[in-house]
């Protein structure tokens, strides 16, 4: 059920090889973590952060999909797809497909609010395949991501993205997915440790990200503790940064990959005189249904569905085990440039246990949550990672560490890239 390569917790003695491969895995999981709030820190010093019925299409044969199936997708050759509806189209059930014609609306150089640690061209990533796919749902047609009509939806508003570094991911695509068309100076970007905002003044509209990577409070999000059996949850604690929350239009909340340290993590409740000593070590998926709840709880008694809308992300695949699609002589996500191609393709790096706790706290919340489920879709994207061309400890990895698969950030994504598709969705269901 877990993801070996990120559940084992490194050991001391000498076991085994392949316990000691595990345990090199496990590291690098954290080295990566840890870069990343390393680069964080560099970062926030330099410049800141009812059904309906569908018209049906008309069954046309769609030139575009035969000559994507000559380019190696799955194709479809009779195109009778309804128009994009949450409710009816499951946006999971699809494919990649092939399309150089398929530009970017931005590219990392255009865009001046990447992360370097997303920012795959300018640190030297040269095959260019993984930016031109789309993501055809089966049922539905996905429209494309229109930055006129995503600034129009949110003119007046605030749109805050909440979670951990995929969140900023996505938040960051989002900015650069609209903040072209926008004129000089007519935006600003204000960007902070803990909370960015992005501004479009002339429609009204600030997106924003609120780093908490666990939603629920815990001892190591603001000073991240190295060592994971330091770190401590408060499981039921939210309402002090959910302050920060209140009075914003749409919230889009994601919370998981923080949670994968172990197969245990140490959570604290109530009030113990004694601190973090009162804390107690729980299987993971019980510990994160304690988060979510608390999380569900303050969005029903703080969320007037009538003013906010409510997203959830669901979790981001890491792809560090590459035995899971098949590369025997691969290491994690390294040197991968294509999708992989199997259907309903599933790997270790996405916990089913972990997503049916979302699903099922989602189901019984009081407020309406738009679920936006990118698991399916990103799972197939062993090739979309940001790898080796990132940075760690806010340094740009040397050609030498390139060459070094170990090295490779298989969480992160490159953008432009697959947060854009997420987006595309998000978009659609706004
Ligand atoms: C590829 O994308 C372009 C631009 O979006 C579109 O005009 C064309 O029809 C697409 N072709 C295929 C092969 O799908
Ligand atoms: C959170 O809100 C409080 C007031 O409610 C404010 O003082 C503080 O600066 C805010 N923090 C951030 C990071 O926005
Ligand atoms: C939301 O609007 C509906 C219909 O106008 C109303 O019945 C309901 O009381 C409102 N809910 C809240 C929490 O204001
Ligand atoms: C990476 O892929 C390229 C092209 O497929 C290949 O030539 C190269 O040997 C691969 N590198 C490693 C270390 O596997
Ligand atoms: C997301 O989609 C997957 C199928 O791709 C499904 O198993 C899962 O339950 C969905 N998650 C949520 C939270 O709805």
Redesign the pocket.
Known sequence: MFPLAIMKPPRVKLPPLPIIITSICVLFFFLVLYAERLSFLSSSSSSFFKFKSCPRRSNKLKSSDKKAEEEGGFGLLVDDRFDFDPEECNVANGKWVFNRSIKPLYTDRSCPYIDRQFSCVKNGREDSDYRHWEWQPEDCTLPKFDPYLALKKITGKRLMFIGDSLQRNQWESFVCLVEWVIPEKRKSMKR????SVFKAKDYKATIEF?WAPFLVESNTDIQIKANPKERVIKVDEISE?A??WTGVDILVFNTYVWWMSGLRVRALWGSFSNGEEGSEAFDTPIAYKLGLKTWANWVDSNINPNKTRVFFTTMSPTHTRSLDWGNKEGVKCFNETWPVRKKKYWGTGSNKQMMSVVAKVVKNMKVPVNVINITQISEYRIDGHSSVYTETGGKLLTDEQKQDPKNADCIHWCLPGVPDTWNQIFLAML
């Open positions: 902070d440790r803990i909370h609120y940064r302050k920060n």
